[in-house]
Each structure stands twice: as C-alpha cells, then as structure tokens.
Nanobody, 121 residues
Framework: QVQLVESGGGLVQPGGSLRLSCAASGRIAGINAMGWYRQAPGKQRELVAIIPSGGSANYADSVKGRFTISRDNAKNTVTLQMNSLKPEDTAVYYC???????????????WGQGTQVTVSS
C-alpha cells in the first residue's frame, strides 16, 4: 500500500511563513504529479499548487507569488513554502500524489491526512 504523511502545519501571524512537507512511502514504482489542496470550513477543497514529474508548477491565482511548490523525486517528497500568509489562507491542507504502484498497472490518486494551517493575529 501507499501512504502520504504530511507535516509542518500550525498557527502563524499574518505576513508570516510556514513550510509544509509530504513524504510518500510504500510500493511505489513512480510518481506523476504531486500537489497541495486546501479546504476551509464551509468551502470545497481547492487546488493550491501542483507540480508534474517534469515541467513547471502551476498555482492558484490566490497564492501566486507567495507560495512555492517543489519536489524531490529521489525522496518521493513534495514541499510547499508559504510566505506572506493571509487569514484567508487558513484551511486544512492536503497533499496529493498520482502514483504508479509496483506490480500494478495504471496510476491512482492518494491523499495525506491533512494538516491545519491557521493564520491569525
């Protein structure tokens, strides 16, 4: 089986920074896109940033210029550096990865358990 484990959430003041990390483990043959989503109370889950196995990342308009996504293919990790945080960034952040598993065909989407990010003074 495959697991995604996130870390790095917490409470930060407006204008502050946080760094989220996500590590994939298990029977992994390869990972296609990796990304971060978030869900605020009463709202639908939305894409924050996504990065393919090769090529450029894409960001939600609301975080462009403030957030940076990166990945380490050798370690099967993805990181979200969040700067200039705003109260509206408050949400549960979820890691997502499209993973090809050993001994199976195709690829499946996997989710982390979520990590709370709260931006408040």
């Amino acid at each position: 089986q495959v697991q995604l484990v996130e870390s790095g959430g917490g409470l930060v003041q407006p204008g502050g920074s946080l760094r989220l990390s996500c590590a994939a483990s298990g029977r992994i043959a390869g990972i296609n896109a990796m990304g971060w989503y978030r869900q605020a109370p009463g709202k639908q889950r939305e894409l924050v940033a996504i990065i393919p196995s090769g090529g450029s990342a894409n960001y939600a308009d609301s975080v462009k210029g403030r957030f940076t996504i990166s990945r380490d293919n050798a370690k099967n990790t993805v990181t979200l550096q969040m700067n200039s945080l705003k109260p509206e960034d408050t949400a549960v952040y979820y890691c997502n990865a499209n993973i090809r598993q050993l001994y199976t065909s195709g690829a499946n989407n996997f989710w982390g358990q979520g990590t709370q990010v709260t931006v408040s003074s």
